[in-house]
DNA sequence: GTTACTGCAAACGATTTGCAAGTGG
DNA sequence: CCACTTGCAAATCGTTTGCAGTAAC
């Protein structure tokens, strides 16, 4: 139950712009994986440390195949697609990294326990924004979930981005209330 | 932008428990419906309106597959699982229904615009409960988004339940700092 | 009668699994 | 040397699509 210090310390990671405090988030995350390793009997495999490095150099979103590809062709190091499923999931487990489902298509983002995500999403065009919104992420840390230890959370936002708002405004051929027509956003 | 008076009964619809005010939410869903398929010159199938209406009688999340149980037993009315997947995608477009995505299973969710939901999520055992927050909702409610017109939100907050709680004070064989082991969690 | 909808089956994309070969401890 | 990992390919799962028949308007 450490969780309040380490919270605080990414709280800070969350500000860290310099290269040399990139580099302190990713050595945390490096502690954490190998802990688990060494504590599980797993290995240390190149593979592992190359994806962990990978994940902790893209900022926001990226896909699977983003993340395969940045291996390939900027780390040099291709990686199939299993291990990348694998070491995902094992990542999702200790909280290195969180999986979202934006419109069916499957993202995922580095988040060293900094699980507070706010995200913006335009049901029209499925635009993804992440979203800055200090209330609202402290009103939900004050919350007290009964017979729950909360870990972090996830928060989206549905709507109409002004792009779409325009273009809804130039279509408006149909009369629902919430005037979200048929366009596709599957 | 009619959104605040149906928002507020929407509300009331959340303390609904009687039969007869259960009925006027499915009947107002049936009039957004019809609407839409009117303005747009789409068919009101029985499907359509069967599949509404089970939709409405089901309380909490369901999957495709109990949907497609639910209305070929209970309403002798089976559906193709294509077809429940055109309408289920209709019903989202007009906000009758919310689609989650739970640790990878996909459940489906009435909301009658009524879209804010808030859900507890076990990341060991997977368990998900519906949370009343009224303090996270006005805090919500009244953020303003700049240059986005908000419908409705979705709130995840992860964590451990009581029950796994105990299940991991039992083990303790792991020693990450959040305790979360290798249980299965996909 | 025209056009949209349904159901079926096939296709598809994303993710998982089985197995043989490889490698870390 | 043993067990865990990897990579490949096959399998699986959820979802979409093409097409022929059917039904709404």
């Given at each position: 139950?450490?969780?309040?210090?380490?919270?605080?310390?990414?709280?800070?990671?969350?500000?860290?712009?310099?290269?040399?405090?990139?580099e302190s988030?990713?050595?945390?995350?490096?502690?954490?994986?190998?802990?688990?390793?060494?504590?599980?009997?797993?290995?240390?495999?190149?593979?592992?440390?190359?994806?962990?490095?990978?994940?902790?150099?893209?900022?926001?979103?990226?896909?699977?195949?983003?993340?395969?590809?940045?291996?390939?062709?900027?780390?040099?190091?291709?990686?199939?697609?299993?291990?990348?499923?694998?070491?995902?999931?094992?990542?999702?487990?200790l909280r290195?990294?969180?999986?979202?489902?934006?419109?069916?298509?499957?993202?995922?983002?580095?988040?060293?326990?900094?699980?507070?995500?706010?995200?913006?999403?335009?049901?029209?065009?499925?635009?993804?924004?992440?979203?800055?919104?200090?209330?609202?992420?402290?009103?939900?840390?004050?919350?007290?979930?009964?017979?729950?230890?909360?870990?972090?959370?996830?928060?989206?936002?549905?709507?109409?981005?002004?792009?779409?708002?325009?273009?809804?405004?130039?279509?408006?051929?149909?009369?629902?209330?919430?005037?979200?027509?048929?366009?596709?956003?599957?």
């Amino acid at each position: 139950m450490s969780l309040v210090s380490l919270k605080s310390c990414n709280f800070v990671a969350g500000f860290m712009k310099t290269n040399d405090m990139k580099e302190s988030v990713i050595t945390a995350a490096e502690r954490i994986l190998d802990s688990f390793l060494e504590a599980n009997n797993h290995r240390k495999t190149p593979e592992r440390y190359a994806i962990l490095k990978a994940v902790y150099n893209i900022s926001g979103h990226f896909s699977l195949e983003q993340l395969g590809e940045k291996l390939s062709e900027e780390y040099k190091f291709p990686v199939s697609r299993a291990t990348l499923y694998n070491t995902l999931n094992l990542f999702m487990e200790l909280r290195l990294v969180i999986r979202h489902r934006f419109q069916g298509r499957t993202m995922y983002e580095a988040c060293y326990d900094n699980n507070s995500h706010c995200h913006q999403i335009c049901t029209i065009c499925g635009s993804v924004t992440e979203l800055k919104a200090p209330l609202i992420v402290r009103a939900i840390d004050a919350t007290h979930f009964k017979r729950f230890r909360k870990d972090g959370f996830t928060l989206y936002v549905y709507g109409v981005c002004s792009a779409c708002q325009g273009k809804l405004a130039r279509k408006k051929k149909i009369t629902t209330k919430t005037s979200i027509t048929n366009n596709e956003q599957r």
